[in-house]
Nanobody, 119 residues
Framework: QVQLVESGGGLVQAGGSLRLSCAAS????????MGWLRQGQGKGREFVAS????????SYADSVKGRFTISSDNTKNTVYLQMNSLKPEDTAVYYC????????????WGQGTQVTVSS
């Protein structure tokens, strides 16, 4: 099992930046594909970004490409989501997720952190 704890959410004006962190404990961090997903009010959960177990491959939703960057630090067992040029439509609860497989649904989830972007 791996436990995930997100932090870094908050209120920011449109055009601003935030960096989310996800600290992982338990099993070896490098064994897991890590991802960020979000859920806006009244909406379904959607994929935002992911990073492979090696840290060499990243993937992004079209809506955040060029604005968000996912990265990981295996020495700190932490994955980050740097969010720049934030828009009101980025407002959501952001979840960190982990899975031992290279593809498919995530098995482990954090509790989520709220990001609110004001116009």
């Amino acid at each position: 099992q791996v436990q995930l704890v997100e932090s870094g959410g908050g209120l920011v004006q449109a055009g601003g930046s935030l960096r989310l962190s996800c600290a992982a404990s338990g099993r070896a961090f490098s064994n897991y594909r890590m991802g960020w997903l979000r859920q806006g009010q009244g909406k379904g959960r959607e994929f935002v970004a992911s990073i492979s177990r090696s840290g060499l491959k990243t993937s992004y939703a079209d809506s955040v490409k060029g604005r968000f960057t996912i990265s990981s630090d295996n020495t700190k067992n932490t994955v980050y989501l740097q969010m720049n040029s934030l828009k009101p439509e980025d407002t959501a609860v952001y979840y960190c997720a982990a899975d031992r497989k290279d593809y498919g649904p995530y098995d482990h989830w954090g509790q989520g952190t709220q990001v609110t972007v004001s116009s």
